[in-house]
């Protein structure tokens, strides 16, 4: 079972951002929150990952709370190309249990004009 | 540098019949994962090889068979397919021994596999 809850849709205005909230309230201390993406008909697509402090790249930021409970994916000005069902996944630090990915039902955004 | 690829992308087979799904990862990573995609639902963890050998591997029967090759490319193979197997299958590739810290997992397009 996916170890994360993520509303099933959400809609955006285009240039505005999009805040992707995700619950992962039975994280353990060896496990990093990883964010996903999947555009109609390709592969995911990977986007960020943290393990307790903020991180930002070119693509989002990744605003996790101070006891790793939830997570917040930021796409700061959304674009008709970002409309995608979008997953929030855990999964251990190392690879002992292996580079499985479990994937929940995702949210799915519509960014609209 | 090509990523992920995954032939062929469409298929099309009988009920009963066997399919062998390829997938060569990118460049530099030695770990591949493959997934199942029913419409409407995410991708699904089939098995994962690592070293030419199965590591890890989902809640899938024995219908369900890999290989890894010494490039590290691998096949999927599905014997007696039923209806239900029709879906993306998804191959994944990352960098990473068993015991070391996790890595990104880059995907392929995908093979649509239609049974009929």
């Known amino acids: 079972d996916a170890k994360t809850t993520q509303p099933p849709s959400m809609d955006c205005a285009e240039g505005r951002a999009a805040n992707l909230p995700c619950n992962h309230s039975?994280?353990?201390?060896?496990?990093?929150v990883y964010w996903y993406r999947q555009i109609h008909s390709q592969g995911p697509q990977y986007i960020i990952h943290?393990?307790?402090n903020n991180e930002t790249n070119e693509m989002a930021s990744l605003i996790i709370t101070e006891d790793r409970k939830s997570s917040t994916l930021i796409l700061p000005h959304a674009t008709l190309r970002d409309t995608a069902v979008y997953y929030c996944?855990?999964?251990?630090?190392?690879?002992?249990?292996?580079?499985?990915?479990?994937f929940g039902g995702g949210t799915r955004l519509m960014v609209k004009p | 540098d090509a990523g992920v690829t995954q032939s062929p992308t469409h298929l099309i087979k009988t009920r009963g019949q066997q399919v062998t799904l390829r997938c060569s990862p990118k460049?530099?990573?030695?770990?591949v994962s493959w997934y199942q995609q029913a419409l409407g639902q995410g991708p699904q963890f089939i098995f994962q090889?690592?070293?030419?050998?199965?590591?890890q591997r989902g809640n899938f029967p024995d219908r369900f068979s890999g290989h890894q090759f010494p490039n590290y490319s691998s096949e999927l193979n599905v014997n007696a397919l039923l209806l239900g197997d029709s879906a993306l299958y998804l191959c994944?590739?990352?960098?990473?021994?068993?015991?070391?810290?996790?890595?990104?997992?880059?995907f392929g397009q995908g093979t649509r596999l239609t049974v009929v």
């Open positions: 943290g393990l307790k």
């Open positions: 460049s530099g990573h030695d770990t």
């Open positions: 090889y690592y070293e030419e050998e199965e590591r």
């Open positions: 039975t994280i353990s201390g060896n496990e990093y």
């Open positions: 996944i855990v999964r251990p630090f190392y690879n002992n249990a292996g580079n499985m990915l479990t």
């Open positions: 994944a590739s990352s960098l990473g021994s068993i015991q070391g810290p996790s890595t990104e997992a880059f």
